[in-house]
């Protein structure tokens, strides 16, 4: 139900400024605002990636980047609030891959809040059944990708994961815009 009244609140916010003229087709689209943590985390993503309706009810948020190129040229954003432990969740996505070189784990803090970033380089093994399913749908292995994953652990709700998988080459060139939507996480914890 919650994600049926999502979509048409979407395309209720998408008629009504169309309606009334504000919107041209000429316009460029915006970066998007996503609201985490109950209205506590503000992201401002990058004008360059497409929002796309998720793939499974536990994320909040999905796209791809970038958002012009066809879909094998294009790396999967998510956006979920989990729980589990912050070892336990870098270990599990570690699992997802075939390292070809050491992952890179840093911790920051950005907002008040601590960031724990990975960097992941190899080949990706998708679980056909989602990240949950141990493997029970097949796993597809995807070679030279790339894994850009945090953990914003929060100082009261929570942890939300943000994570960008695709090809290594394309996940690279995001990095950037990726960082800059980090250090531009505005709390209100």
């Known amino acids: 139900m919650f994600r049926s009244t999502r979509w048409c609140l979407m395309a209720v916010m998408t008629l009504i400024p169309a309606a009334f003229g504000t919107v041209r087709a000429e316009d460029p689209p915006a970066a998007s605002k996503m609201v985490l943590a109950d209205g506590l985390l503000e992201l401002q993503t990058p004008a360059d990636w497409k929002v796309v309706p998720p793939k499974s009810n536990i994320i909040q948020y999905e796209f791809r980047a970038p958002k012009d190129a066809k879909e094998a040229d294009q790396a999967r954003v998510t956006v979920m609030s989990a729980g589990g432990g912050i070892q336990a969740n870098i270990d599990r996505w570690k699992g997802q891959f075939e390292l070809s070189e050491k992952e890179v784990v840093e911790k ?23 990240p949950f399913a141990g493997g029970a749908g097949g796993v597809k292995k995807m070679n030279n990708y790339r894994m850009l994953g945090v953990i914003i652990e929060t100082k009261n709700a929570g942890t939300v994961f943000v994570k960008m998988t695709g090809p290594e080459a394309i996940v690279e060139k995001q990095k950037e815009a990726w960082l800059k939507m980090l250090d531009g996480m505005k709390a209100t914890l």
């Open 108 to 130: 920051k803090e950005v907002s008040g809040q601590t960031l724990h970033l990975v960097d992941l380089k190899g080949t990706f093994k998708e679980s056909m059944g989602g």
